[in-house]
């Protein structure tokens, strides 16, 4: 575990009474010589001696803990973690770059694919019974009361069809008739009758 000076709780320090712990047995020196160096980097290896990790850094893969007669080797714990730490920040890199490479079908590709089934549904329609597919706006919202049938769309009056124009972003200028062929052809329906 690497450590700093400041993040050693106060209580730890003061509970150490002047007394320096067991030097760093890389470069000999007092590890607390620099209480004040706030940017003292200290690792605590896995079989519980503390060093400088600046020392530790300078050691090659599965040299043994410096401490006299200790047989932790070093590759078992700095080193692992290293690698470990590095794997990990491998592992983020490709989980990032597939995440950025996953091909999410926007909101409005999906919008106009369910504009062009409601279109195409409703241009089969002939008989003024049949149910007429509601087509969602641009904001894949539906209208309210929209009419069921071409026989209820045929008999809209011009202040309904032009609600529902407005409702859809279409111009409202034109005979009532010409609005309502508007509004057919916008949902799919071709041709209206009369």
């Known amino acids: 575990m690497l450590y700093s000076i400041k993040q050693i709780p106060q209580e730890i320090l003061n509970n150490v009474n002047n007394q320096e712990p067991d030097p760093c047995y890389v470069c000999n020196a007092p590890i607390l010589q620099q209480v004040f160096n706030k940017n003292l980097a200290l690792i605590l ?11 530790i850094k300078t050691l090659n893969n599965g040299s043994h803990c410096p401490f006299p007669y200790c047989t932790e080797v070093i590759e078992n714990a700095y080193f692992a973690n290293m690698q470990a730490m590095q794997s990990m920040q491998s592992m983020l890199q490709n989980i990032q770059t597939n995440i950025t490479n996953i091909q999410i079908q926007p909101q409005e590709a999906f919008q106009q694919k369910e504009l062009e089934r409601c279109r ?23 209208p309210q009361r929209f009419p069921s049938s071409l026989s209820q769309l045929r008999r809209l009056t011009g202040p309904d069809v032009d609600t529902f124009l407005e409702f859809y972003g279409l111009p409202t200028n034109g005979l009532v008739k010409d609005r309502r062929e508007r509004l ?10 009369v």
């Open 45 to 55: 290896l896995p079989c519980g001696h503390i060093h400088h990790d600046k020392c």
């Open 120 to 142: 195409r549904l409703n241009s089969h329609l002939v008989l003024g019974s049949e149910a007429i597919h509601v087509v969602p706006n641009k904001f894949d919202k539906y």
């Open 184 to 193: 057919a052809r916008y949902i799919g329906i071709d041709y209206l009758g």
